[in-house]
């Protein structure tokens, strides 16, 4: 029969468990990513995000001794920043921000609205082109193929396609509206030059 040590040496010396404090520190640490992407994927903006995060770890902190530490609590930390979500944008609506100064204009906006309307306008007038015809304008006339290049591809003669290209050009001209020259400027290159010469 051998002896064995019933209390060994390493029993014997108390186990030091972290504070309260430094508990909660790790935890805080762990979860305030899970807490934060919980926020933001509720429609909270990142700039507010961090104040809500504290938020419901304070409020962790005020329940700590009733609350298991780890994974455990992630539940109930998804449903806390919930009702903190919910909350905030309930209250959204009611807050006004005074601005101090006016804001200047900026200077690239007017102009992404102009491309914007002649994107959509070139879109309206190739839907009406028809797909054939669209085609050959778009690969010439935009992706600036060659026209050798774009009866290979679409599998059409070479005439096919110059008399594909010359109609929808032509439709082009019909189809643009008259204020095209001064409030729009479609993204056609030299096609959109010889439609604003031909009016």
């Known amino acids: 029969m051998s002896n064995v040590d019933v209390h060994p040496e390493s029993a014997k010396k108390p186990t030091r468990l972290p504070s309260p404090e430094a508990s909660f520190a790790r935890f805080y640490r762990e979860c305030r990513g899970f807490v934060r992407s919980v926020l933001r994927a ?16 304070v409020l962790a902190w005020q329940r700590h001794d009733r609350l298991a530490l780890g994974d455990q609590a992630r539940p109930w930390l998804y449903t806390v920043a919930l009702y903190m979500a919910s909350n905030h944008r309930k ?36 839907g009406k082109l028809g797909r ?43 189809l643009a509206p008259n204020g095209l020259e001064c409030r729009h400027r479609l993204p056609l290159g030299n096609l959109g030059r010889r439609i604003r010469a031909s009016k």
Do not use: C, N, W
């Open 91 to 126: 209250l959204a609506r009611h807050r006004v921000e005074d601005l101090t100064a006016d804001l200047p204009e900026p200077l690239v906006f007017p102009r992404m609205i102009q491309a914007m309307e002649a994107t959509r306008l070139l879109a309206r007038v190739l």
């Open 42 to 57: 509720r429609g909270v903006s990142a700039r507010e995000a961090d104040d809500l995060v504290q938020e419901v770890f």
């Open 132 to 174: 054939k015809v669209a085609a050959v304008l778009i690969a010439y006339e935009i992706e600036g193929r060659s026209m050798v290049e774009i009866a290979r591809r679409l599998r059409i003669r070479l005439k096919t396609a110059y008399a594909r290209l010359q109609l929808a050009r032509e439709k082009l001209v019909s």
